[in-house]
């Protein structure tokens, strides 16, 4: 056991990795675990109960039963099934009652979307397809700020692209911005070729001989004019909604107010479609006191690039909305989160309680998060009572407020396992091997919650992958009927 332990923290492939971890559950016990339906943790006797009424009308070739049967109710976490403690107890997977359910219900799924009969017709069905991905919600990827361990994010990215499970909706913080620009400016190609360690080493040696030439040696520190040669190197010039339109996925970027009175804002295709991504990465990656706060800039009705809300600038996301889950919610429909968090003020201190056991340990955990919170919340009231006329106290205090009230963690986290970094060396340029370690620590963090991912977000994708179909046909649907319509209309008139 602890020969194969060590072995799946070295594997250096996910089909490696997965390998290992099947042979670990044989040893373990676990494999025997995942065959039993029975345990506490979920409502079994329900999902087994639904499992065989879908194959009942499958095998009867009953559609109307079987579309019934679905409307009852399509949701990630029927019968407590979408648990992430339900993935904690073997190293793969989980209970194959629960990996059956899903892959039946995606089976359902693509049989009535390719049924040739009208029972259900079309538009039943189409309804229908509209209704349950309204109701069972979409995924989303958060990445949060890290500085250099931001670099962690390109190994999670890396590992759910192989899979084919990278979300279409994505927000980035900071450091996770500047990822989140990379996936929305690529297609799926291109990523597949940008993100390999060799292609990144390239461009990462190219601004470490630009770093030498300009940085002392006892200041490496990347400077704000680094940064930006960075962010240019890496992000094409282009607005949130030309990169939409290029690889159609939901880019969205946090940047925090560098003054008391402004608010927080979440940038993207919808609410800032003209705005310039590069622009809305230098923003989100200006840390208080290091880099200067930015003025955003967008495309104005002649292509040229004009200030945006040009009285305003906005500094570092993560200080104020890391990870932006309610936008996300409102905006996309999103109601499920995957989380890659490298953010250093709090890394040491998260930890994944969806899949802890409850204890005094965690009890206690909890109720000092809850203290430090509230205790916050009476030193940002005696700040702005106080030192209303000093705005720099003032500002300072709502970062901390602001910093100390967020939630970091999601439904799926993807944690670093080693939490502490040398902080003299967050905002400095890496070698390529520390790169390769990063995005290899990242992908081996990923590699334990692919099946957990695949199965929550099976069903939404295939909802997805059919409302694109269907929709399709309904426009090519009414297209013909216009056309027919219009047909028509000349004859009727002859005979009136």
């Not at 070295?10 to 025997?32: F, M, T, V």
């Not at 943790?41 to 009424?53: G, K, P, T």
């Not at 009175?261 to 295709?269: C, F, G, P, W």
Request: proline share 4%; glycine share 6%; hydrophobic share 40%.
């Amino acid at each position: 056991m602890k020969k194969l332990e060590n072995k799946l923290k070295l594997a250096s492939s996910y089909q490696e990795w997965q390998a290992l971890a099947k042979e670990h559950d044989r040893c373990s016990g676990r494999e025997h675990w995942k065959k039993v339906d029975k345990t506490s943790l979920y409502d079994y006797a329900s999902i087994r109960s639904r499992l065989e009424r879908l194959r009942y009308f499958r095998e009867n070739n009953d559609n109307i039963g079987l579309l019934f049967s679905l409307n009852e109710g399509i949701h990630g976490n029927m019968g407590g099934m979408g648990k992430p403690v339900l993935y904690a107890r073997a190293k793969f997977g989980t209970k194959q009652l629960i990996h059956d359910y899903v892959n039946s219900i995606r089976d359902a799924l693509d049989h009535l979307a390719q049924l040739d009969s009208e029972f259900p017709s079309f538009i039943e069905r189409l309804d229908f397809f509209r209704r349950a991905n309204k109701c069972y919600g979409k995924s989303a990827l958060m990445l949060s700020g890290g500085a250099v361990l931001g670099n962690f994010h390109i190994g999670v990215v890396k590992a759910l692209i192989e899979q084919d499970l990278l979300p279409d909706v994505i927000s980035g913080a900071s450091a996770g911005s500047l990822i989140a620009a990379v996936l929305g400016t690529r297609t799926d190609e291109e990523l597949k070729e940008f993100l390999t360690a060799d292609n990144l080493g390239k461009l990462l040696l190219a601004e470490a001989e630009l770093a030498n030439g300009r940085m002392s040696n006892s200041s490496p520190r990347i400077n704000h004019q680094l940064l930006k040669e960075k962010i240019a190197k890496l992000i094409p010039d282009v607005t949130f909604q030309e990169a939409f339109e290029r690889t159609g996925r939901h880019i969205n970027i946090s940047i925090s107010p560098s003054d008391v009175h402004q608010t927080s804002r979440l940038l993207n295709a919808i609410a800032s479609p003209n705005v310039y991504i590069r622009k809305a990465v230098l923003a989100s990656c200006a840390v208080p006191g290091i880099y200067p706060p930015v003025m955003l800039e967008a495309k104005n009705v002649h292509g040229h690039p004009q200030p945006y809300l040009a009285t305003r600038r906005w500094i570092d996301g993560s200080v104020s909305d890391d990870l932006p889950a309610k936008r996300l919610g409102r905006l996309y429909g999103v109601n499920h989160f995957i989380v890659s968090q490298t953010n250093p003020i709090v890394l040491w201190a998260v930890r994944d309680t969806k899949i802890e056991n409850s204890g005094l340990v965690s009890a206690m955990r909890q109720l000092g998060g809850r203290s430090i919170k509230e205790l916050s919340k009476v030193g940002s009231s005696v700040a702005r009572k106080y030192f209303k006329n000093s705005p720099r106290v003032r500002r300072m205090t709502n970062i901390a407020y602001s910093v100390i009230n967020q939630e970091y963690t999601g439904d799926i986290n993807i944690i670093p396992r080693y939490r502490f970094f040398d902080p003299r060396k967050l905002l400095t340029e890496i070698t390529p091997d520390e790169l390769q370690y990063f995005i290899a620590e990242g992908e081996r963090a990923t590699w334990p919650k692919i099946e957990m991912i695949r199965a929550s977000t099976t069903i939404s994708r295939k909802l997805a992958e059919i409302l694109e179909d269907y929709e399709a046909e309904e426009l090519n649907r009414l297209s013909q009927s216009h056309h027919h319509l219009g047909a028509e209309m000349p004859r009727k008139s002859l005979r009136a």
